[in-house]
């Protein structure tokens, strides 16, 4: 509640992200950073910008496509295709092979180092079941990102508009707007959404204190972001943005590229030459709660 | 974490930024890494933002080092911070299909290989808030965790000169303590050459003591004992132990501790690992060479990618193993599209098992009769492959494309004490004394391994040849497999007879491609050497090496030592003027039979601790043998990176000789953290992290295509500069060897250490020089490209913030110019900028029907070398063939604690390595922050345990379950019930990772200054100290004679409740 009171008796939560639009727009006028553009990703910039950036990225040159080649490589020329499209003809979509998850959390901890989360704050975790009786028992390993949804029951619960669905899809927090009042952790029926204390791992603790891994800027939504300074994303809700500030610079989600056992992929559903356009047509395919009619965009095959 | 007491907290000036103990150079820490922490100027929020971390100049490759494993590892690299680590593409290891090696770095860079948890929280092992940077001296007793911080020099200084060290310690005013001058006596290399060959010589009774005596009378004052020369120099009393050590650092410090200082007592961890499975590959293929059976291959794996059928024995693919991230690759993508089908052998439903088409939940131990189960059905149901086994020579085998055979016909002598020899030609008139007989329809015939003629054998002989009662190795395992019911192995193995029958038939059925694969599960046992065996035979039935999807021995590297044709810099063998030569027992009696001993032949049987004959690396076997100064006394111990009080069962007997500064005067050791074995030392050295440090650790076999890794610092450490040879370096392991190195003036380094011209003062002059050797490759014209001027200039580029005590590029290049003057540094960095040289996945594809790289020698289905040894206590003949036997101690009687109802094993979890990584990374604790005993819930109900109970571990040995650590504290060795169906009743099981008392659990004094531990660290237990103790030897675990490896699954224990705990958040 001291996050909502601040932002709020400095009247800062709209003026700030007034000051951040203008520099924004300050620098892609003034054609210095132009090669430096990514699509911005916050919902009033978008609509204007997004054609002008998508057309500053440098697609990352990829490997000589040979027969056989890791599903990693394939996936990255299928973000290619998609990248090329405009941005609300994209649909981004994971599949998760329950068959090939072999439950070694590696996607979480990558996740937690790509994003910098502090304690508490998780966007994947991998939920272990243990299923039947000695000695027939199997292992079972589901893991958990924001589902995406089509229908996102947490975008409607946000007093001050700062969550909402991109075209793409991909249901983003502007940090800037978020005033820390969790209605939306409590609305998501995945429990997918998690708060930032302001917490670190290392404060306080051992000879040598708060570590640099932990001072570093955040690069969510492709925005440098300093918690130590106590801003944002410290007081915000937060969650899975499918990576998206590596997804525009054509690179995957951190956890897609993390999996040992290949069992996550990526890719855009709009297209029907995607891998997971080919995964999502398996007859072995499900979602989450599909009862719910979030009609999410993760799948997962049994 | 305390969420709910702490308020969120935006006033920047009171966040803690640089909170540090500052004796500790924590404050100044930050600003040593010259990484560009911007705190000042609060602009707007979510400044926009550029994406480094997939350019090539933000990457720098190395190696993982949080598992044995050894992932190629890519280190990104933000404002001089490491943030993310992630697989190196170009690496097999961490890719299903790796990237042509030649693919240009600004493409590479954008492609991330896959890695485990582990590896990613490498970060934060590297950003430790509790790594040691300075030299630490105690100020109190052993084990007080009382410190002072003291220079390195002065640390150097009084290890090196002794004195009265400790003077400030009560009890300990006027102890004098030996110092490394004392014990480097034998100087002379020539001497220590000759010396060398008379003390084997004596030891093999070929020369006598009297006589050596004479010979050396003015020398007698540099042994440890002149009665007993193959005790060796008293440069022997000076030991070097290291934990997880690799290649690259291996041979950094063999160079010191034996060429340099003349010492033969080096060691690293291996027997508390998995070292029987090695000893049982490297007797199964060793070949005969000139009268010896040597050069086996110590490590063999299944070719996943093509596999049809997989029997996990004690392993899986998702954890632990050689290793999850490529191995779970592999496996899930045959699972899925080639359907792949595999058995878990394991008392617990492994991650793997959890996944498996059947999990057999063997009794601990009963690997080998479950192997001999199916050995049985597949014998009586004619499911081998007769025509590969038919095959006595190589010849033969290239008749049938195969490029591999056995000497299951050659014929092995029947002794009256049990089978024994192989049978040479000469014996009966055929052929010379190194060719063997095989039978060939009733006609003996002579063999010779490699020869040109071919020659195939009937299976079953037996029969007397010239008075000789023989039979071939294959009736030998008939017999065995015969002499119990399929029944009876059902039942010494816990496995149902349908089951055996069933894995029996699946396993035979697909061939060629059926692997058992084997790793720690079956070896840590008192019978370790013969379970692996067993199962190994089971390949050996199907003929499956070298097939495609079949056994492999992988692609192996190319060679860093300089050791082959064309390589510029032979450091381990050439470039090393002066070099002593090591000679004598070492204090492990491994790699020395007792019988060639001087003490043999004054006490004959029993020996008073073991000898290991076939085996190195015996962990276990180090401070016990300190000890009791068998077979001599140790004065100066250096630890590296290891934790012999913590990671060996009955590893709590150790603290005892730990405190000990009689029987170890003189304790040193070298860690990134104060560890709870570094934390007995006199003195403690901070090291080097993985991350900033070099290494050429070896492939898995698990990759089919060649590669050798390189480990290089990719970001700057906190850990103090100190001088050395006139140069600015870290303190680490390298820095302290080459500090006593320059103080004693050990042969091989300094301004002409490699030779005339060729210093060697700082690391990267051998580094670098092996990374040179990798460039060249292993034969003339095999060299990598040179890098180009971009790739030069992105190497540059992405070590802008090192310091030049890490890099300094004239210097890293004056290293790599080799005797002749050729300049190797584009190679150098070709190979550099890709963490190492890595083999095309082309050359896989391109194989045929064969693994590119190939075994191509026989297995030894019957291993002689071992028949023909004797055990050191009793006298008897080990057997040439696997036997299944109960757990025994040295003194061959059989272990069996009845009256303790359930059998302890452990596991060890992906999140985890053994005393590492869990739960001192938070990234992995978050996830899994404690362990448990895992218990089925029908053995709970019958203890009258319930879900949460609290019990403590006692055993025959440990009654009290505590670990006494000898400072006053004793750890109980208590911990949560897990009630799960995934274990065999009447087992349990407790993971590794936790129960630490040091490594930031504890408290500790460092200059009066109080620093507490971490209570996350602190949670949860080790089952160490529970392991039962030899009843013969009292000091040490049970171990297996042959391959030498710790029990860890042959104790029984019980459970005491002693409370009830909050429900367990998630057991994983």
Same mark, same amino acid.
């Given at each position: 509640?001291?996050?909502?009171?601040?932002?709020?008796?400095?009247?800062?939560?709209?003026?700030?992200?007034?000051?951040?639009?203008?520099?924004?727009?300050?620098?892609?006028?003034?054609? +210095?950073?132009?090669?430096?553009?990514?699509?911005?990703?916050?919902?009033?910039?978008?609509?204007?910008?997004?054609?002008?950036?998508?057309?500053?990225?440098?697609?990352?040159?990829?490997?000589?496509?040979?027969?056989?080649?890791?599903?990693?490589?394939?996936?990255?020329?299928?973000?290619?295709?998609? %990248?090329?499209?405009?941005?609300?003809?994209?649909?981004?979509?994971?599949?998760?092979?329950?068959?090939?998850?072999?439950?070694?959390?590696?996607?979480?901890?990558?996740?937690?180092?790509?994003?910098?989360?502090? $304690?508490?704050?998780?966007?994947?975790?991998?939920?272990?079941?243990? +299923?039947?009786?000695?000695?027939?028992?199997?292992?079972?390993?589901?893991?958990?990102?924001?589902?995406?949804?089509?229908? $996102?029951?947490?975008?409607?619960?946000?007093?001050?508009?700062?969550?909402?669905?991109?075209?793409?899809?991909?249901?983003?927090?502007?940090?800037?707007?978020?005033?820390?009042?969790?209605?939306?952790?409590?609305?998501?029926?995945?429990?997918?959404?998690?708060?930032?204390?302001?917490?670190?791992?290392?404060?306080?603790?051992?000879?040598?204190?708060?570590?640099?891994?932990?001072?570093?800027?955040?690069?969510? #939504?492709?925005?440098?972001?300093?918690?130590?300074?106590?801003?944002?994303?410290?007081?915000?809700?937060?969650?899975?943005?499918?990576?998206?500030?590596?997804?525009?610079?054509?690179?995957?989600?951190?956890?897609?590229?993390?999996?040992?056992?290949?069992?996550?992929?990526?890719?855009?559903?709009?297209?029907?030459?995607?891998?997971?356009?080919?995964?999502?047509?398996?007859?072995?395919?499900?979602?989450?709660?599909?009862?719910?009619?979030?009609?999410?965009?993760?799948?997962? %095959?049994? | 974490?305390?969420?709910?007491?702490?308020?969120?907290?935006?006033?920047?000036?009171?966040?803690?930024?640089?909170?540090?103990?500052?004796?500790?150079?924590?404050?100044?820490?930050?600003?040593?890494?010259?990484?560009?922490?911007?705190?000042?100027?609060?602009?707007?929020?979510?400044?926009?933002?550029?994406?480094?971390?997939?350019?090539?100049?933000?990457?720098?490759?190395?190696?993982?080092?949080?598992?044995?494993?050894?992932?190629?590892?890519?280190?990104?690299?933000?404002?001089?911070?490491?943030?993310?680590?992630?697989?190196?593409?170009?690496?097999?290891?961490?890719?299903?299909?790796?990237?042509?090696?030649?693919?240009?770095?600004?493409?590479?860079?954008?492609?991330?290989? &896959?890695?485990?948890?582990?590896?990613?929280?490498?970060?934060?092992?590297?950003?430790? $808030?509790?790594?040691?940077?300075?030299?630490?001296?105690?100020?109190?007793?052993?084990?007080?965790?009382?410190?002072?911080?003291?220079?390195?020099?002065?640390?150097?200084?009084?290890?090196?000169?002794?004195?009265?060290?400790?003077?400030?310690?009560?009890?300990?005013?006027?102890?004098?303590?030996?110092?490394?001058?004392?014990?480097?006596?034998?100087?002379?290399?020539?001497?220590?050459?000759?010396?060398?060959?008379?003390?084997?010589?004596?030891?093999?009774?070929?020369?006598?003591?009297?006589?050596?005596?004479?010979?050396?009378?003015?020398?007698?004052?540099?042994?440890?004992?002149?009665?007993?020369?193959?005790?060796?120099?008293?440069?022997?009393?000076?030991?070097?132990?290291?934990?997880?050590?690799?290649?690259?650092?291996?041979?950094?410090?063999?160079?010191?501790?034996?060429?340099?200082?003349?010492?033969?007592?080096?060691?690293?961890?291996?027997?508390?690992?998995?070292?029987?499975?090695?000893? =049982?590959?490297?007797?199964?293929?060793?070949?005969?060479?000139?009268?010896?059976?040597?050069?086996?291959?110590?490590?063999?794996?299944?070719?996943?990618?093509?596999?049809?059928?997989?029997?996990?024995?004690?392993?899986?693919?998702?954890?632990?193993?050689?290793?999850?991230?490529?191995?779970? =690759?592999?496996?899930?993508?045959?699972?899925?599209?080639?359907?792949?089908?595999?058995?878990?052998?394991?008392?617990?439903?492994?991650?793997?098992?959890?996944? =498996?088409?059947?999990?057999?939940?063997?009794?601990?131990?009963?690997?080998?009769?479950?192997?001999?189960?199916?050995?049985?059905?597949?014998?009586?149901?004619?499911?081998?492959?007769?025509?590969?086994?038919?095959?006595?020579?190589?010849?033969?085998?290239?008749?049938?494309?195969?490029?591999?055979?056995?000497?299951?016909? /050659?014929?092995?002598?029947?002794?009256?004490?049990?089978?024994?020899?192989?049978?040479?030609?000469?014996?009966? &008139?055929?052929?010379?004394?190194?060719?063997?007989?095989?039978?060939?329809?009733?006609?003996?015939?002579?063999?010779?391994?490699?020869?040109?003629?071919?020659?195939?054998?009937?299976?079953?002989?037996?029969?007397?040849?010239?008075?000789?009662?023989?039979?071939?190795?294959?009736?030998?395992?008939?017999?065995?497999?015969?002499?119990?019911?399929?029944?009876? /192995?059902?039942?010494?193995?816990?496995?149902?007879?349908?089951?055996?029958?069933?894995?029996?038939?699946?396993?035979?059925?697909?061939?060629?491609?059926?692997?058992?694969?084997?790793?720690?599960?079956?070896?840590?046992?008192?019978?370790?050497?013969?379970?692996?065996?067993?199962?190994?035979?089971?390949?050996?039935?199907?003929?499956?090496?070298?097939?495609?999807?079949?056994?492999?021995?992988?692609?192996?590297?190319?060679?860093?030592?300089?050791?082959?044709?064309?390589?510029?810099?032979? +450091?381990?063998?050439?470039?090393?003027?002066?070099?002593?030569?090591?000679?004598?027992?070492?204090?492990?009696?491994?790699?020395?039979?007792?019988?060639?001993?001087?003490?043999?032949?004054?006490?004959?049987?029993?020996?008073?601790?073991?000898?290991?004959?076939?085996?190195?690396?015996?962990?276990?076997?180090?401070?016990?043998?300190?000890?009791?100064? #068998?077979? #001599?006394?140790?004065?100066?111990?250096?630890?590296?990176? &290891?934790?012999?009080?913590?990671?060996?069962?009955?590893?709590?007997?150790?603290?005892?000789?730990?405190?000990?500064?009689?029987?170890?005067?003189?304790?040193?050791?070298?860690?990134?953290?104060?560890?709870?074995?570094?934390?007995?030392?006199?003195?403690?050295?901070?090291?080097?992290?993985?991350?900033?440090?070099?290494?050429?650790?070896?492939?898995?076999?698990?990759?089919?295509?060649?590669?050798?890794?390189?480990?290089?610092?990719?970001?700057?450490?906190?850990?103090?500069?100190?001088?050395?040879?006139?140069?600015?370096?870290?303190?680490?392991?390298?820095?302290?060897?080459?500090?006593?190195?320059?103080?004693?003036?050990?042969?091989?380094?300094?301004?002409?250490?490699?030779?005339? !011209?060729?210093?060697?003062?700082?690391?990267?002059?051998?580094?670098?020089?092996?990374?040179?050797?990798?460039?060249?490759?292993?034969? $003339? !014209?095999?060299?990598?490209?040179?890098?180009?001027?971009?790739?030069?200039?992105?190497?540059?580029?992405?070590?802008?913030?090192?310091?030049?005590?890490?890099?300094?590029?004239?210097?890293?290049?004056?290293?790599?110019?080799?005797?002749?003057?050729?300049? /190797?540094?584009?190679?150098?960095?070709?190979?550099?900028?890709?963490?190492?040289?890595?083999?095309?996945?082309?050359?896989?594809?391109?194989?045929?029907?064969?693994?590119?790289?190939?075994?191509?020698?026989?297995?030894?289905?019957?291993?002689?070398?071992?028949?023909?040894?004797?055990?050191?206590?009793?006298?008897?003949?080990?057997?040439?063939?696997?036997?299944?036997?109960?757990?025994?101690?040295?003194?061959?009687?059989?272990?069996?604690?009845?009256?303790?109802?359930?059998?302890?094993?452990?596991?060890?979890?992906?999140?985890?390595?053994?005393?590492?990584?869990?739960?001192?990374?938070?990234?992995?604790?978050?996830?899994?922050?404690?362990?448990?005993?895992?218990?089925?819930?029908?053995?709970?109900?019958?203890?009258?345990?319930?879900?949460?109970?609290?019990?403590?571990?006692?055993?025959?040995?440990?009654?009290?379950?505590?670990?006494?650590?000898?400072?006053?504290?004793?750890?109980?060795?208590?911990?949560?019930?897990?009630?799960?169906?995934?274990?065999?009743?009447?087992?349990?099981?407790?993971?590794?990772?936790?129960?630490?008392?040091?490594?930031? =659990?504890?408290?500790?004094?460092?200059?009066?200054?109080?620093?507490?531990?971490?209570?996350?660290?602190?949670?949860?237990?080790?089952?160490?100290?529970?392991?039962?103790?030899?009843?013969?030897?009292?000091?040490?675990?049970?171990?297996?004679?042959?391959?030498?490896?710790?029990?860890? #699954?042959?104790?029984?224990?019980?459970?005491?409740?002693?409370?009830?705990?909050?429900?367990?958040?998630?057991?994983?």
């Amino acid at each position: 509640m001291e996050v909502i009171q601040e932002k709020t008796q400095n009247g800062s939560a709209a003026s700030e992200v007034d000051v951040h639009r203008r520099e924004f727009l300050k620098k892609l006028g003034s054609g +210095v950073f132009a090669s430096l553009l990514m699509p911005i990703l916050f919902k009033d910039n978008f609509a204007a910008l997004a054609d002008e950036a998508l057309a500053q990225v440098d697609l990352p040159e990829l490997p000589e496509p040979s027969p056989e080649e890791d599903p990693l490589v394939r996936m990255m020329r299928d973000l290619q295709r998609a %990248l090329k499209k405009p941005l609300e003809q994209r649909k981004w979509t994971m599949v998760i092979d329950l068959r090939k998850c072999v439950g070694c959390h590696a996607c979480t901890v990558s996740c937690i180092a790509e994003n910098k989360l502090p $304690p508490g704050v998780m966007y994947r975790p991998v939920i272990e079941e243990e +299923v039947g009786e000695y000695p027939n028992v199997h292992r079972r390993f589901i893991p958990r990102p924001c589902m995406q949804c089509e229908n $996102p029951p947490c975008t409607p619960v946000c007093p001050v508009n700062a969550t909402y669905k991109r075209p793409d899809g991909v249901v983003v927090i502007d940090y800037n707007r978020c005033i820390g009042c969790r209605y939306c952790l409590t609305a998501c029926p995945y429990n997918a959404r998690t708060f930032d204390w302001g917490e670190y791992y290392t404060e306080d603790v051992g000879f040598l204190g708060l570590q640099p891994y932990e001072q570093v800027d955040t690069m969510e #939504y492709g925005l440098d972001w300093k918690r130590p300074e106590g801003r944002s994303p410290v007081g915000n809700a937060r969650k899975c943005h499918f990576c998206l500030h590596r997804i525009e610079k054509g690179l995957l989600p951190m956890c897609v590229v993390s999996c040992i056992g290949r069992a996550t992929f990526f890719g855009d559903a709009n297209d029907p030459d995607s891998l997971v356009s080919e995964l999502i047509a398996q007859p072995n395919v499900m979602r989450l709660k599909e009862e719910l009619g979030t009609r999410p965009k993760v799948y997962y %095959l049994m | 974490m305390k969420k709910e007491q702490k308020k969120i907290e935006f006033n920047p000036d009171r966040r803690k930024f640089l909170k540090s103990v500052a004796f500790l150079g924590g404050a100044a820490a930050l600003s040593q890494t010259g990484c560009a922490l911007v705190r000042t100027g609060l602009g707007p929020r979510g400044q926009y933002s550029e994406y480094h971390l997939n350019e090539p100049d933000h990457q720098i490759h190395s190696v993982c080092l949080q598992c044995h494993t050894g992932c190629p590892i890519r280190v990104k690299i933000q404002d001089g911070v490491a943030v993310k680590i992630d697989g190196n593409p170009y690496s097999p290891q961490t890719m299903v299909v790796h990237l042509p090696y030649n693919t240009p770095l600004k493409v590479g860079s954008k492609v991330d290989g &896959g890695i485990c948890p582990k590896g990613q929280a490498g970060i934060q092992s590297l950003y430790d $808030p509790y790594r040691v940077v300075k030299v630490l001296k105690r100020a109190g007793k052993r084990g007080e965790n009382k410190w002072q911080v003291i220079s390195f020099d002065q640390a150097i200084n009084e290890i090196v000169n002794g004195g009265k060290l400790f003077a400030h310690v009560p009890g300990e005013e006027n102890r004098v303590v030996p110092g490394l001058k004392d014990l480097y006596k034998l100087r002379d290399p020539k001497l220590a050459k000759q010396m060398a060959g008379d003390a084997k010589a004596v030891a093999q009774g070929k020369m006598s003591v009297a006589a050596f005596k004479q010979k050396y009378a003015r020398n007698l004052d540099v042994l440890i004992d002149p009665d007993h020369p193959d005790f060796g120099p008293i440069n022997n009393q000076f030991i070097f132990v290291a934990g997880r050590i690799e290649h690259g650092r291996k041979e950094f410090a063999k160079r010191w501790m034996k060429g340099g200082f003349g010492s033969i007592n080096w060691w690293e961890h291996t027997t508390i690992c998995e070292q029987s499975h090695h000893i =049982a590959f490297a007797r199964v293929t060793d070949q005969y060479n000139k009268g010896k059976w040597s050069g086996g291959k110590d490590h063999m794996k299944p070719d996943l990618r093509h596999s049809k059928f997989i029997i996990f024995f004690g392993t899986g693919f998702a954890e632990a193993n050689f290793g999850p991230p490529v191995m779970s =690759a592999l496996a899930t993508d045959n699972l899925i599209h080639r359907g792949l089908k595999f058995a878990v052998v394991d008392p617990r439903l492994s991650k793997t098992a959890g996944k =498996a088409w059947k999990w057999l939940p063997v009794k601990p131990g009963g690997d080998g009769a479950l192997a001999y189960g199916m050995i049985r059905w597949m014998l009586e149901n004619r499911a081998y492959d007769e025509r590969y086994l038919r095959n006595a020579n190589k010849a033969a085998a290239h008749q049938d494309n195969e490029t591999t055979w056995t000497n299951a016909t /050659w014929l092995v002598k029947i002794e009256p004490d049990g089978p024994g020899a192989l049978l040479r030609a000469s014996e009966i &008139g055929l052929g010379g004394k190194d060719q063997f007989v095989a039978v060939h329809n009733g006609r003996p015939a002579a063999v010779e391994p490699n020869g040109k003629t071919p020659v195939e054998g009937d299976l079953f002989y037996e029969g007397t040849i010239h008075g000789i009662r023989v039979k071939t190795a294959f009736k030998l395992l008939y017999d065995y497999a015969m002499s119990r019911s399929l029944a009876e /192995w059902a039942e010494a193995s816990g496995i149902p007879v349908q089951d055996i029958i069933e894995v029996a038939r699946e396993f035979a059925s697909h061939g060629k491609q059926s692997v058992a694969e084997l790793y720690r599960g079956p070896v840590q046992h008192t019978n370790g050497y013969y379970n692996g065996q067993a199962i190994i035979t089971l390949n050996l039935l199907v003929g499956n090496a070298d097939w495609k999807g079949g056994l492999m021995v992988g692609g192996g590297h190319w060679h860093e030592d300089g050791s082959k044709p064309g390589q510029p810099f032979p +450091v381990t063998k050439g470039l090393h003027p002066g070099k002593l030569t090591a000679f004598g027992h070492k204090l492990t009696r491994e790699k020395s039979y007792y019988e060639q001993s001087t003490l043999f032949r004054e006490k004959g049987y029993p020996a008073k601790r073991p000898w290991f004959p076939h085996t190195g690396n015996v962990y276990q076997e180090i401070i016990p043998s300190v000890a009791d100064g #068998y077979p #001599y006394p140790v004065k100066v111990m250096f630890l590296h990176k &290891g934790t012999p009080a913590f990671a060996a069962p009955g590893a709590h007997k150790a603290i005892e000789t730990l405190v000990d500064v009689e029987k170890l005067p003189l304790f040193f050791a070298c860690d990134i953290v104060i560890g709870e074995t570094s934390m007995y030392a006199d003195y403690l050295f901070p090291d080097l992290a993985i991350w900033e440090r070099w290494g050429t650790p070896h492939q898995t076999p698990i990759a089919a295509t060649r590669g050798s890794k390189v480990r290089q610092p990719a970001v700057e450490s906190k850990v103090e500069k100190v001088t050395v040879f006139g140069e600015e370096m870290h303190v680490c392991m390298e820095t302290i060897m080459l500090a006593i190195a320059e103080k004693l003036g050990l042969p091989g380094y300094g301004e002409n250490g490699f030779g005339p !011209g060729m210093p060697f003062k700082r690391m990267e002059d051998f580094y670098l020089k092996m990374v040179a050797n990798i460039a060249a490759g292993d034969k $003339p !014209g095999d060299a990598v490209p040179d890098a180009n001027a971009e790739e030069l200039d992105i190497f540059r580029k992405a070590r802008a913030h090192l310091s030049k005590a890490v890099f300094d590029e004239a210097k890293w290049r004056r290293a790599v110019v080799d005797a002749s003057g050729t300049d /190797w540094w584009k190679k150098v960095v070709y190979v550099l900028n890709r963490g190492g040289r890595y083999e095309d996945y082309q050359k896989y594809q391109e194989s045929g029907d064969k693994v590119p790289h190939k075994f191509g020698k026989m297995f030894n289905l019957y291993v002689e070398s071992v028949a023909l040894t004797h055990h050191s206590y009793t006298g008897k003949r080990f057997s040439g063939l696997a036997v299944v036997e109960p757990p025994k101690a040295y003194d061959g009687s059989v272990v069996d604690d009845t009256d303790f109802p359930l059998r302890l094993i452990t596991h060890k979890d992906i999140l985890g390595g053994q005393s590492r990584t869990l739960p001192t990374d938070y990234w992995l604790s978050t996830i899994k922050s404690e362990n448990t005993i895992w218990i089925n819930p029908r053995t709970a109900r019958e203890l009258g345990l319930k879900k949460n109970d609290v019990v403590r571990l006692i055993s025959a040995t440990n009654p009290d379950g505590l670990w006494d650590l000898k400072n006053g504290q004793k750890i109980p060795m208590e911990g949560k019930i897990y009630l799960t169906e995934g274990i065999r009743p009447g087992t349990v099981t407790v993971s590794w990772h936790f129960g630490h008392w040091a490594y930031g =659990a504890n408290d500790v004094l460092v200059d009066g200054q109080h620093v507490e531990g971490d209570p996350r660290r602190r949670k949860g237990l080790c089952p160490n100290a529970a392991m039962r103790l030899d009843p013969a030897l009292k000091n040490v675990c049970l171990q297996d004679l042959i391959g030498g490896s710790a029990s860890f #699954y042959d104790t029984r224990v019980r459970l005491v409740k002693v409370g009830h705990a909050e429900p367990v958040s998630i057991e994983v």
